[in-house]
């Protein structure tokens, strides 16, 4: 049995002998997620497959947190149910790419190429609390610098691994961890984890250890301060350095968001017979580069945003340095990159890329109308390292929000995003792209 499985098994065992303690069940909270997508991707250049990307599906996210039992020590488990079922799909719409799940934008992929008509999964964290200190072993949903969960599609991304937080220091978090493997978000099965240039599903590596820590400093109301660090072994390390301040202005409220990587090489990745071997990252290398391949990457960025009654207006600039592209954990099957120019398509994220923000949002609250709110996003990158000259590209992303706020449906939810990207890059097509979300959460306990 995988010592993981049996350490899990073994509090499980501690907490159902416990079970009965009040807490455990006076204090669970159980929430039932409603997720209706439909998905377009129009590729609009290129011959090669897909030139279109259509479907629609319904998933069920099943969120389940004990309480603990009574004591100095504390047991509880955690429950994450998934399941996704296909409305509409074809063969053709649903296009299998390469990737190390076997998945398409929605849905996993059968032997015949189209896509399943339903898919699910279980995720079970057992947890133990002393004092304000917690240790978890299991499924997670991270939202950490380092490493996050995507959660763009019909059901989200999860990790597995153990992680141990604490906050017995006033106004300082830390944590830290390890994560061995991820489960796609169309995907049913979980696999170890890489990064984009040696995730390949024939030929690539994986690795399943990536270790995590850090923290965050609260300085007063307004002002925190973050520390994480990031290893992916045989591939990666990094450092990040995060500063995000309020500042109450006369007229309006003013934001700071400050974010700095560091991030280089590791084990196999740092020398050439290990690149040799695919322990490799993208990014732009000149011919017969020895060090082709080599994670070397600088990523820094600072955002700037007012906010004014209904409006909110943001600016945002973001630089990277080095010979390869942002490391990110990356199985090829969709993933988040915690930086300001993560958006609904493109990540602009390549090497040497030099990226320009701008993003508009009213809440239609004020004029009578709440629920109901509309944003606009624009980004420009350049500098982008290519053979010949330096390439560029740029994304616009249009979203409109309404929730419900009475009658039988009171609480569903409706969000329309578009999205338009058009690149200089080779190995970028350019994209028009379609999402509807009708969402609802239906408290069970």
């Known amino acids: ?106 849905f996993p992929t059968e032997s015949n190429g189209r896509a399943v008509h339903e898919y699910g999964s279980v995720g079970l964290t057992a947890k133990v609390r002393f004092s304000k200190t917690e240790a978890r072993l299991g499924t997670f949903l991270p939202k950490l610098p380092v490493v996050t969960h995507n959660d763009g599609r019909l059901l989200p991304q999860t990790f597995e691994g153990a992680q141990l937080s604490s906050n017995e220091i006033d106004n300082l978090t830390l944590i830290g ?35 995590f820590a850090g923290g965050d400093y609260k300085v007063g109301k307004n002002l925190l301060l973050q520390y994480y660090y990031g290893n992916l ?86 630089r990277l340095s080095g010979n390869s592209d942002f490391p990110v954990l990356n199985q090829g099957d969709g993933y988040t990159a915690y930086l300001i120019t993560d958006s609904q398509i493109n990540k602009f994220l390549r090497a040497g890329e030099r990226t320009w923000r701008a993003s508009y949002a009213y809440d239609f609250a004020k004029l009578g109308v709440p629920g109901l709110k509309a944003s606009a996003v624009y980004l420009y990158g350049d500098n982008i390292d290519t053979d010949g000259s330096d390439a560029s590209e740029w994304e616009r992303n249009l979203r409109l929000d309404y929730v419900l706020q009475g009658g039988l449906f009171k609480g569903v939810g409706f969000s329309y995003r578009h999205a338009t990207l058009r690149s200089d890059v080779a190995s970028q097509r350019s994209i028009d792209e379609n999402r509807l979300y009708i969402t609802y959460s239906l408290p069970l306990l």
């Open 177 to 211: 961890g390890k994560f061995e493997r991820a489960k796609g978000r169309s995907s049913t099965d979980s696999g170890p984890l890489s990064i984009a240039g040696a995730n390949n599903a024939q030929t690539g590596k994986f690795s399943n250890q990536f270790y």
């Open 233 to 318: 072994e045989d591939f990666y390390v990094q450092h990040f350095l995060g500063l995000q301040h309020d500042w109450k202005l006369p007229v309006g409220l003013l934001k700071t968001d400050l974010r700095y990587f560091n991030s280089d090489s590791d084990g196999k990745n740092a020398s050439v017979s290990g690149r040799a071997e695919g322990y490799r990252s993208s990014g732009y290398w000149s011919a017969g580069d020895s060090e082709r391949g080599e994670v070397d990457n600088r990523a820094w960025s600072a955002k700037f945003t007012y906010l004014l009654d209904a409006h909110e207006l943001s600016f945002g600039v973001q």
């Open 1 to 106: 049995m995988n010592k993981s499985y049996l350490a899990l098994a073994v509090v499980l065992g501690g907490a159902a002998q416990q079970a009965g303690a009040a807490g455990f069940f006076e204090d669970s909270k159980a929430t039932l997620g409603l997720r209706n997508l439909y998905f377009n991707q129009d590729n609009r250049d290129g011959a090669a497959d897909p030139s279109k990307q259509e479907e629609w599906g319904q998933g069920f996210i099943l969120d389940y947190k004990s309480g603990y039992t009574q004591g100095p020590v504390g047991f509880g488990v955690d429950a994450l149910g998934l399941l996704g079922i296909r409305l509409d799909s074809g063969k053709g719409t649903h296009y299998n790419p390469t990737s190390a799940n076997n998945s398409g934008q929605l």
